[in-house]
Nanobody, 114 residues
């Protein structure tokens, strides 16, 4: 059972930046992928960005060029730097990890004011 602890998020203005971090209880080498999904009320949870065990990032089209996912293997932590934030980026951001199972963090609220 992998535990995921999120931090960051909060309130920012449109055009601003926020940074999220997610620390895993196990080595990133034991995970196939780790990253972030987001969800707004009434909609399905959707991928924002993930990074594979090989270090390859994958971004949703809506965040490409604005968000950057990175990782610190020694700290077993993944980061999401979010720049040029838009009102549509508002939602709950969930840390995600996958080995032979899927794991979720508790979620952190991101609110962008226009």
């Amino acid at each position: 059972q992998v535990q995921l602890v999120e931090s960051g998020g909060g309130l920012a203005q449109a055009g601003g930046s926020l940074n999220l971090s997610c620390a895993a209880s196990e080595s990133l080498h034991s995970l196939n992928a780790m990253g972030w999904y987001r969800q707004v009320p009434g909609k399905q949870r959707e991928l924002a960005a993930i990074i594979t065990s090989q270090g390859n990032p994958l971004y949703a089209d809506s965040v490409q060029g604005r968000f950057t996912i990175s990782r610190d293997i020694a700290k077993a932590t993944v980061y999401l730097q979010m720049n040029s934030l838009e009102a549509d980026d508002t939602g709950i951001y969930f840390c995600y990890a996958r080995d032979w199972r899927t794991y979720w963090g508790q979620g952190t609220q991101v609110t962008i004011s226009s």
